[in-house]
């Protein structure tokens, strides 16, 4: 089955449609940091507004713990989108309450309304079914049509994502369907050679892929918070850098299996070292073997890949025909620790096929590095759900639509 695109909706003037967007940007003291998410909305909206719907977006924004949480309000994202759509949009304090109910009473035709975080309401990501689906039959009440646009999401078995799509008539939205474009050609016969750059900090989230990816790729590098793992596993110390313990075993699994497959995984060999987190740490350059061998002893902390692991990685990227590249190198956040992950930006823009960009932070990482988003090929909004896909696993929030 394919899935259900926005016209299988047949006319939406005058109706109330729910759309579920990922509108999970980073914000930092109340300022959106980066925008994407939310300019990749605005297709979908757009489309619907000009069709005379009224549009109600629901999305979630960071992990709060199910509860109101102030520094995880979606007004700042409202407003941004305001001023994307160039229109004005409403804002709910709520999410299925009383001011929610009013806000969506209120809309006229073309006229649009954000509700209040998803995940200030346990429901959402309730691993009780009949919670879950009851906060869906909530959202429900809301709309005529439902149009599903959360692509970072829709690996997730969650009420708006799921429930809802299955309780209302539903399609999915114009970013999913160029997600799922860009996700076609990287599983279809990738052009070869293929590499594959994991990095970032959810290091058993995405140990977890490495599996499913090797006999699908040619090339594997590892930067990152989970290149540690991969150090340990190999018997050199790490310092306090980030390590999963409990993941030894599995990673050396991984080395062996890759060697069965003639995949071949490179590690860095060099690792920028710091003697504390933050902007202002010394910080020293070593061999990925001598982590606890600089002045920092067993409290240094590797916080990028080094020039020389950089520079290897660039010249692997730049000779591929197809990358996927999920995670940043290295703490880009803090600007001793963005070289690495600048330098594989960079390469990224030099393939010669299809060089595709997946993760939140990652996406983040290159527009902060200066990079612009028609540098690459594509920018996914998704990171996990893009592995996922990418594993050949079934993505719940995409069978509910009819995809499969
Ligand atoms: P994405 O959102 O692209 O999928 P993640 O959420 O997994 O990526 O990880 C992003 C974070 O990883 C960034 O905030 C970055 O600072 C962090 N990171 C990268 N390398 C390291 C490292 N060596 N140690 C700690 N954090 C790291
Ligand atoms: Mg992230």
């Known amino acids: 089955m394919t ?8 006319s939406l003037a005058g109706k109330r449609v729910i759309v579920r967007c990922d509108l999970n940007v980073p914000v930092k003291d109340g300022v959106i940091t980066d925008d994407g998410r939310a300019r990749a909305s605005v297709p979908t909206l757009n489309t619907l507004l000009e069709q005379g719907a009224r549009v109600i977006v629901i999305s979630h924004l960071g992990r709060p713990d199910g509860a109101p949480d102030a520094k995880y309000t979606l007004e700042p994202v409202a407003a ?3 001023e994307l759509l160039g229109k004005p949009v409403a804002f709910a304090h709520d999410t299925v309450g009383d001011e929610a109910t009013a806000a969506v009473e209120a809309l006229g035709d073309g006229e649009i309304v954000v509700l209040e975080n998803l995940r200030f309401n346990a429901g959402e990501t309730s691993k009780d079914e009949a919670e879950r689906h009851g906060f869906a039959e909530q959202l429900a009440e809301f709309g005529d049509a439902f149009v599903s646009d959360g692509f970072g999401v829709v690996h997730r078995k969650q009420a708006s994502v799921y429930d809802l799509a299955e309780i209302l008539p539903s399609a999915a939205g ?10 076609d050609r990287l599983t279809e016969n990738p052009e070869r050679p293929y590499t594959v750059v994991l990095g970032g900090s959810k290091v058993s989230d995405k140990l977890g892929v490495i599996g499913h990816l090797l006999p699908r790729v040619n090339t594997l590098l590892i930067g990152g918070g989970m290149l540690f793992t991969f150090l ?14 409990d993941q030894l075993d599995t990673v050396r699994g991984y080395l062996a299996k890759a060697e069965e497959l003639g995949v071949t995984i490179v590690l860095p060999t060099d690792v920028v070292v710091a003697s504390k987190f933050g902007a202002d740490a010394e910080v ?9 061998k600089t002045a920092f002893g067993a409290s240094g902390l ?8 950089a520079a290897h990685f660039a010249e ?34 030099e393939v010669d096929g299809l060089g595709v960009v ?25 990171g996990g759900a893009s592995l996922e896909f990418l594993e050949g696993k079934r993505l719940p929030g995409l069978e509910v639509l009819g995809w499969s």
Do not use: C, Y
């Open 3 to 10: 899935l259900r695109t926005l016209d299988s909706l047949g």
């Open 80 to 82: 941004r989108l305001g």
């Open 174 to 183: 114009l970013l999913i369907e160029t997600e799922l474009d860009v996700l």
């Open 232 to 245: 340990k596993a190999q018997g050199h110390e790490v310092g306090s850098s980030l390590l999963e313990e």
């Open 284 to 292: 020293e350059i070593t061999a990925a073997d001598s982590i606890e």
């Open 302 to 309: 590797g916080l990028d890949i080094g020039p020389d692991t």
């Open 316 to 349: 692997i990227i730049a000779a591929s025909k197809t990358v996927f590249w999920n995670g940043p190198m290295g703490v880009f956040e803090l600007a001793p620790f963005a070289a690495g992950t600048k330098a594989v930006a960079q390469a990224l823009t």
């Open 358 to 382: 997946g993760g939140g932070d990652s996406a983040a990482a290159v527009r902060a590095l200066g990079f612009s988003d028609n540098q690459f090929g594509h920018i996914s909004t998704g």
